[in-house]
């Protein structure tokens, strides 16, 4: 899923868009088209946008846990693409990290944005290979390294694919609402074993860990009507990967919904009959900057399987109004069985709990 984050822009470049004499012509999702790898890993630049995003958690050498988070959007505006100049703003790339530290109880984040061209930031076609300056994520041989250089973090990490990549929906075809045009491709790589350094406020740590790749291109991804999304991945302890997400419509009640396992490296991938999900808040936080109050603790339900979700810590609140006018919740969580085992990790996402995503 992803990003709420875009949201602002999004609205911000229909503006622009609108300006045109001739409305642009935007890829439509295929739900016959056939992923191929290591092709799809690369930008789809004719999609209106698109994201790479991992997640996971990882452990340093005193065994304390961190949760981090790495994503690249790459946004094409459809401003101006009859301009032959060099400086015609033909895509747009944003990144965005966070670390969850529970000794300081807050997330850290960081951001960058640019548009795409003279070296400076370019998302590749045909191959993961994606950076602004010297924020990077990209594909060799099987291993993925990421490297981020934050205000008060930096990251160097190296993540190996354990697992196939996962085919989210009907074979990479992941629809988002009851309109069949809302919808994405969308693959998952779970289980990335994960090694390298984390620098927190001065303080490098060698760390290892398992973490979550999420790639989804879309051109119609919110239909109207919805108002946000609530988002899990989980890497369970016996090698199962697990996704569920639903779309939320103005009054809370769910709008659309999804979910999948796969167990390791198992052939196929078991999706849930959606009327057979669902999400249950068993507590909330409320954030003392902006008031908003989330659901940070849940019951999931899928027919017979019941998993619930717990934070690592409560304030993993994205704050990122002061670029693009979006505030949401994105962090760190357990997932425990109904007798309170713990039963492996993930990441869960919170969006348009303050006010109505725009996507478009």
Not at 86 to 102: G, K, T, V
Not at 190 to 209: D, E, F, I, K, W
Request: with cysteine; aromatic share 12%; net charge negative.
């Amino acid at each position: 899923m992803r990003r709420p984050w875009l949201a602002c822009l999004f609205a911000l470049l229909a503006t622009f868009a609108g300006a045109q004499d001739e409305p642009v012509s935007f890829a439509k999702v295929d739900p016959a088209y056939q992923m191929q790898f290591p092709r799809d890993e690369g930008s789809h630049p004719r999609f209106r946008t698109e994201w790479w995003y991992v997640t996971g958690w990882l452990a340093d050498q005193q065994h304390q846990p961190l949760g981090f988070q790495i994503t690249f959007f790459r946004n094409r505006p459809g401003t101006d693409e009859e301009n032959p100049s060099h400086f015609a703003l033909r895509q747009i790339l944003f990144a965005h990290a966070a670390i969850s530290d529970p000794k300081i109880g807050s997330l850290l984040r960081d951001e960058k944005s640019a548009r795409a061209g003279f070296g400076l930031a370019e998302a590749a076609e045909n191959g993961l290979d994606v950076h602004i300056d010297d924020w990077v994520l990209r594909e060799q041989q099987g291993t993925y390294s990421a490297a981020i250089s934050a205000k008060e973090f930096a990251m160097q990490l190296q993540l190996s694919a354990t697992q196939l990549p996962l085919l989210q929906g009907d074979r990479g075809f992941s629809r988002k609402g009851p309109a069949p045009e809302s919808a994405s491709h969308y693959y998952s790589i779970p289980a990335l074993s994960v090694s390298g350094t984390v620098n927190v406020r001065g303080q490098v740590r060698r760390v290892t860990g398992v973490a979550w790749l999420d790639h989804e291109w879309s051109s119609t991804y919110l239909q109207e009507g919805a108002t946000g999304w609530d988002w899990v991945g989980l890497n369970l302890d016996d090698g199962t990967a697990f996704m569920a997400f639903r779309m939320r419509n103005s009054d809370g009640k769910p709008l659309w919904a999804s979910a999948s396992t796969r167990a390791a490296n198992a052939p196929s991938v078991q999706n849930m009959d959606q009327r057979k999900i669902q999400w249950r808040a068993l507590r909330t936080w409320r954030s003392p900057r902006t008031g908003i109050e989330y659901p940070v603790e849940w019951e999931l339900t899928l027919d017979t399987l019941r998993i619930f979700l717990r934070p690592l810590m409560d304030d993993q609140e994205n704050d990122a109004r002061a670029s693009t006018g979006s505030v949401y919740w994105e962090g760190a969580v357990r997932a425990f069985d109904e007798a309170n085992r713990s039963i492996g990790r993930g990441y869960l996402e919170l969006t348009g709990y303050g006010e109505r995503l725009k996507m478009q």
